[in-house]
């Protein structure tokens, strides 16, 4: 099972995804269109705001707006509130050639639901064009408007899809008391306005003192702040990449040894209900809460259709075992065939096929996360502004007039 479930989180299964994804038109001054960055962890330690073109593009300056939950509002009786969280692991566009301020295409990943996601990572990263990728600034300006956090990713892939363990080595380089690395990390957050990095490093070959390396760079970046991390159930404390597909013994370090290390924990796939339980028994004897665990669950290929063990992480009537985190949601748009088409899957995967939050009944087993997750709003005081757009559309107006016709997209707007 762990070798069927392995591609979905390595550099081959990123490429080719994003090879089938919707085309984009070239804009007319190509050489003019800045880009998202990316980086290896060599290339990183030469990045400067002040000389990298792209930097005032990439730079968002929204707040992480806070918002509520409130029991008392659901809008389906089955959810529960205060409970487990949602993290949503989305590809946008490539690694490389990903705009940072839409381009001039209607269809994109425009993003609805966001009162349903805690957390998103700005999902990419390959070995073909680099292994560290910041969020572009419309996905944050999005994303903190509604409360949410972003992420961008530390990718180290296996060997048999180009990884290299003298990435990782190159990562967990000291200076001294210094990780190098760690402090561009720490810099670029800061800068770019996101708040953590997703680090999944399944990368064969490493052993104890590099698993060490890299809990001790994790805790040294948390101290440099304010920047979050979530670690990907992967790499273990002895050195292998050996998938637990649940919190143990052989992981629990990368969560706290015992002072904290990640905030969160990315749970493989493969886990049932024995494996959930066990690992929210031991959160709780690490003192930590056992809803920083997203236990995940790959939607890339199946988006709806895929076979989830709801009752294991959302049991009905009773508390939330874990959290839920959402590998390539953004299915929904890939496999659609129009905007319209995208909305449609979009809101069938998030509320469910009736299209309404507060009626979840379905003949399905995918009933929506709004059948388990209670909604959250930004909206907690007066005035509420909006523009009544996910951020793409077939034509622009401004004040009520046409201003451009033709396909765009920006989540800024």
């Not at 998938?243 to 706290?256: K, M, P």
């Amino acid at each position: 099972m762990r070798r069927r479930l392995l591609p979905a989180l390595c550099a081959a299964t990123v490429v080719a995804a994003l090879l089938t994804a919707p085309a984009r038109p070239a804009l007319a001054a190509a050489g003019d269109q800045p880009y998202a960055s990316y980086w290896y962890p060599d290339s990183i330690l030469d990045w400067d705001p002040a000389t990298d073109p792209d930097a005032r593009f990439n730079r968002s300056r929204v707040p992480l707006r806070p918002r509520a939950q409130n029991a008392a509002l659901k809008a389906n009786a089955h959810a529960r509130a205060g409970e487990g969280r949602v993290v949503s692991l989305v590809s946008f566009a490539p690694t490389s050639a990903n705009p940072s301020q839409g381009s001039l295409d209607a269809s994109y990943y425009a993003f609805g639901h966001w009162q349903y996601v805690d957390r998103l990572v700005f999902w990419g990263g390959s070995a073909a064009e680099g292994l560290i990728l910041a969020p572009n600034p419309t996905v944050i300006d999005a994303a903190h408007r509604n409360g949410v956090k972003v992420y961008g990713t530390v990718f180290f892939p296996p060997e048999v899809f180009g990884g290299r363990l003298q990435w990782v080595r190159d990562f967990v380089q000291r200076r001294g008391s210094s990780y190098p690395v760690a402090d561009k990390l720490v810099q670029v957050a800061r800068h770019y306005g996101f708040d953590g990095w997703f680090v999944n490093q399944e990368t064969e070959g490493g052993d104890a003192a590099l698993a060490t390396e890299l809990r001790s760079l994790i805790k040294y970046a948390r101290a440099k702040g304010p920047v979050e991390f979530m670690w990907y159930d992967a790499m273990t404390e002895s050195g292998p990449v050996d998938w637990q597909e649940a919190l143990t013994t052989a992981n629990d370090a990368f969560l706290g040894d015992p002072e904290r290390v990640s905030d969160s924990m990315f749970l493989d796939f493969g886990w049932d209900a024995a494996k959930l339980r066990s690992s929210r028994a031991l959160a709780g004897a690490l003192g930590r809460d056992e809803h920083e665990l997203y236990a995940g669950i790959d939607t890339e290929a199946g988006g709806y259709d895929t076979s989830v063990p709801w009752d294991a992480v959302f049991p009905a009537g009773r508390p939330h075992v874990t959290s839920l985190g959402i590998y390539r949601p953004e299915w929904t748009w890939r496999s659609s065939s129009s905007p319209a088409d995208f909305r449609a899957r979009d809101s069938r995967f998030w509320v469910g096929a009736n299209g309404d939050p507060s009626d979840t009944s379905s003949s399905s087993a995918w009933k929506g996360l709004a059948h388990h997750i209670a909604e959250s709003t930004p909206v907690t005081g007066k005035p509420f502004v909006t523009g009544f757009n996910l951020g793409h559309g077939d034509f622009y107006n401004v004040g009520g007039v046409r201003v451009r016709d033709g396909g765009w997209n920006n989540l800024s707007v």
